[in-house]
T-cell receptor, first 115, second 112 residues
């Protein structure tokens, strides 16, 4: 089954404790991205990657890091989480090489709480 | 800056009604437009994708239209059911290599 998976689904942590949220897709997609969703602000992109070893900042990259060492994986790293990073996080993937109209597929989300 | 707007933010209708959700965008040079459904606390489910060269797409009781010249898309839901209750989001990339810009969604409640 074609899918985007995220782990963990729920995470409660404390300020300053480094964490990683994993994202993996099995569709051989080149493009992957991370979004955060907050009430009243909607979905905003954090980082994206056009292909292996190619990453770029989205709208709200501060406090986050990413890496793209393999095509299927795109982990999101919070080196020193803070309470304002409490949010619902989504990973997404698509395949621009398929041409116009590529559909984006989203993972199930990771609910992060930083106390 | 490209923006996507959805009005109204919330909508409540009785079961069985046909309804239209609206989405507008600031730049007519969108690459495509995608409609999603999100249940509370859950992920996004893709409903329909309209390519920039298309005018509409249909899936079951759902029909999405796209009018690039006016910067608008609509999602038509026929014969609404309580199970349609969710937040509906529209999103568009403004070129093939840029991320999706999302509207803030319309929260739909279908009352039995």
């Amino acid at each position: 089954e074609a899918q985007v998976t995220q782990n963990p689904r729920y995470l409660i942590t404390v300020t300053g404790k480094k964490l990683t949220v994993t994202c993996s897709q099995n569709m051989n997609h080149e493009y992957m991205s991370w979004y955060r969703q907050d009430p009243g602000l909607g979905l905003r992109q954090i980082y994206y990657s056009m292909n292996v070893e190619v990453t770029d900042k989205g709208d709200v990259p501060e406090g986050y890091k990413v890496s793209r060492k393999e095509k299927r994986n795109f982990p999101l790293i919070l080196e020193s989480p803070s309470p304002n990073q409490t949010s619902l996080y989504f990973c997404a993937s698509s395949s621009p090489s398929q041409g116009a109209g590529q559909e984006q597929y989203f993972g199930p989300g990771t609910r992060l709480t930083v106390t | 800056k490209q923006e996507v707007t959805q009005i109204p933010a919330a909508l409540s209708v009785p079961e069985g009604e046909n309804l239209v959700l609206n989405c507008s965008f600031t730049d007519s040079a969108i690459y495509n437009l995608q409609w999603f459904r999100q249940d509370p606390g859950k992920g996004l489910t893709s409903l329909l994708l309209i390519q920039s060269s298309q005018r509409e797409q249909t899936s079951g009781r759902l029909n999405a239209s796209l009018d690039k010249s006016s910067g608008r898309s609509t999602l038509y839901i026929a014969a609404s059911q309580p199970g349609d209750s969710a937040t509906y989001l529209c999103a568009a990339p403004f070129s093939g290599n840029t991320p999706l810009v999302f509207g803030k969604g319309t929260r739909l409640s279908v009352i039995a």
